[in-house]
């Protein structure tokens, strides 16, 4: 496996065809390839930049659900399902009094733009959408996949045997955020280079769009954390725990 970041991309503006801008950069994408795609780019060529009086505002406006908070920072579940730092509301790189929110539906962002990369260099790669966040009991942030197309994004293992012949009973990988965070070695996050190329990952890159990343949110009800601090606190004192 091979993963190299694509280079010469301009600036993204609302509007701009990025499937169009990625394949001028990167024209030897080859079937199999996955492309990896920081969300900041789909949303600036969907025009996900609005005007906010202040970013606190905009982060209200994403959540769904606030699952804990400390200080002014709010740890919130957005309408994908994703449970993320202020929602995802980005305030960097953009003018003032204007925030970047993340795409409506990123799998479908992943889809169209597949879709897109097919129709201009008439290959079948996959695209993963990323973005960071933290996690629970680990210090520094990773990418993680919230929109996928054309990759399995979650690889069953239960069943299965492993070398010493004990049946594994537990293990799914989440597969499209793996190659989100490896993607994210060769991109960075000061460097300017928001798309990178997996190659050498073709068997996991399907006919079909596939389930998506939605396929990597887990259930409220299956998640033992889902509850925020306030929340819980309230089913103990209400005996409903």
């Given at each position: ?136 009991w680990r210090e520094g942030l990773v990418d993680i996949a919230i929109g996928v197309a054309g990759l399995t994004p979650l690889d069953d293992l239960r069943g299965q045997v492993d070398p010493y ?77």
């Open positions: 496996m091979s993963i190299s970041g694509v280079h010469g991309l301009p600036d993204v503006r609302p509007g701009d065809d990025l499937a169009g801008l990625i394949a001028a950069a990167a024209p030897d994408l080859r079937d199999g390839d996955v492309v990896v795609v920081t969300s900041k780019i789909v949303s600036k060529a969907e025009g996900r930049l609005v005007q906010a009086q202040s970013r606190e505002d905009a982060i209200t406006a994403e959540t769904v659900a606030v699952v804990a908070t400390r200080g002014s920072l709010r740890i919130v579940r957005t309408r994908h399902g994703l449970v993320l730092a202020a929602a995802g509301v980005d305030a960097s790189n953009v003018a003032p009094g204007t925030v970047l929110l993340l795409p409506v539906d990123p799998d479908a962002s992943a889809r169209a733009l597949r879709a897109d990369l097919a129709r201009e260099l008439g290959v079948r790669t996959a695209v993963v959408i990323t973005d960071t966040a933290g996690r629970p012949g004990n049946s594994l009973e537990m293990t799914v990988t989440a597969v499209a955020d793996e190659i989100a965070a490896a993607a994210e070695l060769v991109k960075g996050k000061t460097a300017g280079v928001p798309v990178a190329v997996v190659r050498g990952l073709g068997h996991l890159v399907t006919e079909a769009d596939g389930p998506g990343a939605a396929a990597l949110v887990r259930r409220a009800e299956d998640d033992l954390f889902s509850l925020g601090v306030a929340e819980a606190q309230a089913q103990v004192r209400g005996g409903t725990t």
